[in-house]
């Protein structure tokens, strides 16, 4: 690309975990590549827990396509979002569409990319499960954004190796680390120097905090019983707190509060705004999750994870020891939280266990990869700076 022409990247997305990953390399281009030309849309696929993290990071849209509506079905949220992007993309034509991880606006920011003859670059490339329905529908959203994208940013080198059994060009692919780990470290570092504050929910410091999310779809039913009846179990059996920040979904809420509302031990809170859950991550002992960046968050704060999923496309996390796999089933939960409280040795071998999702880096190492596929900096990589 000629110098004489401003680099122009449109970012897409809309969901709260989305604006975490992806702030951290807005900033990045901002502060060190100022002269490219990056412009943020945000479907507003979550509105609320989207804009708290927006507010956070201090990223203002340049595009809002306020897509979110109640009780929408993927069908109404996919034709919709695909739709409101056609207008952007024909006023931006940017060099380079940027999207992370697995949600509805991913898929629909790749898919328009695609139909505009945009290049995509796909940031937490290369996860998989094997398993088309597990998680729903993101498996197959992140194996078409695969197939989409023309550069993949590949959290580990196990999500890298699955590219390319897919057939993507190695050239094509780039290990970066997680994005997650660049905002969660960004926000710790502000808590410690006393640069941002925090309101997380009160809890009795006398005992130990354990932290829950779980609203993933593939548990909507018998899973989330079977998870609500484990939670009821260890507050039963344990002198501990369980926070809980119920995602506003009614399938959750409907099934939380019914077996949860009122239980001594178990708090019961509204979604908490960015800071305020790294806050809480840092106080509690450990965390049950059926979330995908949670994963790789808690262990970059030495705090053990327990999944609450049948698969997970994260085994990076299990095989170094900072996860175990326990499923949406309550006898595993229970005997799992039951080892964590009552074994200090298993505990330890959790919580001392390497985070295998990098070093707070992977905007970096993004910014430089653009750079490249744009032509606009040399292919030198600074000595020391390889994420292995």
Not at 250 to 257: I, Y
Not at 275 to 304: N, R, W, Y
């Amino acid at each position: 690309m000629s110098r004489e022409r401003i680099p122009k990247i449109l970012v897409v997305f809309g969901t709260r975990p989305e604006a975490i990953k992806l702030c951290p390399v807005v900033l990045h281009f901002r502060r060190e590549h100022p002269e490219f030309s990056v412009k943020v849309c945000v479907t507003a696929q979550h509105r609320l827990l989207l804009d708290q993290v927006l507010e956070v990071f201090q990223v203002q849209p340049d595009y809002d396509l306020d897509c979110m509506r109640p009780g929408q079905s993927l069908f109404h949220s996919t034709s919709t979002i695909l739709v409101a992007l056609e207008r952007v993309l024909a006023q931006e034509r940017p060099d380079l569409l940027l999207v992370q991880g697995d949600t509805t606006s991913t898929l629909c920011g790749a898919l328009a990319g695609f139909y505009a003859r945009v290049p995509v670059g796909h940031v937490e490339a290369g996860l998989r499960t094997g398993d088309l329905h597990e998680p729903f529908p993101e498996e197959l959203n992140r194996v078409l954004v695969g197939r989409i994208a023309s550069l993949h940013f590949a959290a580990t080198e196990w999500a890298a190796q699955n590219l390319r059994r897919e057939g993507v060009p190695p050239a094509a692919i780039t290990v970066t680390g997680n994005t997650g780990i660049d905002a969660v470290l960004c926000i710790r570092d502000r808590l410690r120097r006393g640069l941002c504050s925090a309101q997380p929910p009160a809890f009795d410091s006398r005992r130990k905090l354990i932290l829950v999310t779980a609203h993933r779809r593939e548990s909507f039913g018998d899973g989330l019983e079977q998870i609500c009846t484990a939670l009821a179990e260890v507050a039963e059996r344990h002198d501990v707190q369980i926070m809980y920040p119920v995602h506003p979904n009614p399938s959750v809420q409907h099934a939380v509060n019914r077996h949860l509302k009122g239980r001594r031990g178990v708090a019961l809170v509204e979604p908490m705004e960015y800071v305020s859950f790294v806050a809480t991550l840092m106080q509690c002992s450990f965390v049950l999750t059926d979330s995908g960046g949670i994963q790789e968050e808690a262990p970059s704060l030495g705090k053990p994870v327990l999944v609450m999923r049948n698969k997970t496309e994260r085994p990076e996390a299990v095989l170094a020891g900072t996860a175990r796999l326990v499923g949406p089933r309550r006898e595993r939960i229970v005997a799992e939280c039951n080892r964590l409280l009552d074994d200090p040795q298993a505990y330890q071998s959790m919580a001392r266990a390497h985070n295998p999702f990098g070093d707070g880096r992977a905007s970096e190492r993004i910014g430089r990869a653009i750079c490249e596929f744009l032509g606009w900096t040399p292919s030198l990589v600074a000595a020391g700076d390889s994420l292995g």
